[in-house]
């Protein structure tokens, strides 16, 4: 049974290395403003959620357990509670890594938003001075 849970703590660990990755690109598209890059990453990540949720739902069975495993039960295996620290510190650290991705992007977002506004108000400056006289493509004027 201990080498069964080992092993679901390893496969967890492993999805989390891929998914620790797949943010390190996701972060440098984001400084980068490569959003097609972003959204690929984000797919990608996806996959590996799915593959995680599926784990996480198979160690759920054995919740009773892990208080064991993390006293060092002699009839477990020694480095579960090391796996099972690197998948902590894993997460940590990527979620880290999101909430910076996010701030970020929250950030240009905002940028966005204002430099649009100032668009937005040139705009009306420009109609207002022109008077709403203002000739539009194609047209040709001929007054004197």
Not at 42 to 64: M, T
Not at 102 to 114: P, V
Request: glycine share 6%; net charge negative; proline share 2%.
């Amino acid at each position: 049974m201990s080498n069964f849970i080992r092993e679901l703590w390893s496969e967890k660990h492993a999805i989390l290395t891929d998914i620790w990755g797949l943010t390190q690109y996701q972060y440098a598209y984001v400084e980068d403003n490569q959003i097609d890059g972003v959204l690929d990453v984000l797919a990608r990540k996806q996959a590996l959620l799915a593959r995680l949720q599926e784990v996480d739902n198979r160690l759920k069975h054995y919740e009773d357990q892990k208080a064991e495993w993390a006293k060092g039960d002699p009839g477990t295996a020694p480095e579960l509670p090391e796996i099972v620290s690197a998948c902590r510190d894993l997460l940590k650290q990527i979620v880290q890594v999101e909430q910076q991705c996010q701030a970020r992007l929250e950030e240009r977002r905002d940028a966005i938003a204002t430099e649009l506004g100032h668009l937005h108000e040139i705009s009306q400056a420009r109609a207002a001075y022109t008077g709403g006289n203002s000739i539009t493509g194609g047209e040709l004027d001929l007054t004197l």
